[in-house]
Nanobody, 116 residues
Framework: QVQLVESGGGLVQAGGSLRLSCAAS????????MGWYRQAPGKQRELVAT???????NYADSVKGRFAISRTNAKNMVYLQMNSLKPEDTAVYYC??????????WGQGTQVTVSS
């Protein structure tokens, strides 16, 4: 089992910044993919960004150039730096870890609210 705990959400004005953190513990393979997803009210959960343990990243088009994902493998941490936030970024943000055995784990989510 893997446990994921997010932190860093909150309320921010449009144009502001927030940094999300996620701590992973448990049965974590050294090679894995960690990422952030988000779900706005009435919408499906969507990919925000992912990062492989080797460092390769992938971003949703809507956040490219504004968000940056990073990780610290030694501490099993993943981060999401969010800049130039927009009201449409408002959502619950979920941390995700995908082990090479195909099993995915989710955190409990952290609310990000961007006011206009």
């Amino acid at each position: 089992q893997v446990q994921l705990v997010e932190s860093g959400g909150g309320l921010v004005q449009a144009g502001g910044s927030l940094r999300l953190s996620c701590a992973a513990s448990g049965s974590i393979f050294s090679i894995n993919v960690m990422g952030w997803y988000r779900q706005a009210p009435g919408k499906q959960r969507e990919l925000v960004a992912t990062i492989v343990s080797g460092g390769s990243t992938n971003y949703a088009d809507s956040v490219k150039g504004r968000f940056a994902i990073s990780r610290t493998n030694a501490k099993n941490m993943v981060y999401l730096q969010m800049n130039s936030l927009k009201p449409e970024d408002t959502a619950v943000y979920y941390c995700n870890l995908l082990n090479p055995d195909g099993v995915a784990y989710w955190g409990q989510g952290t609310q990000v609210t961007v006011s206009s």
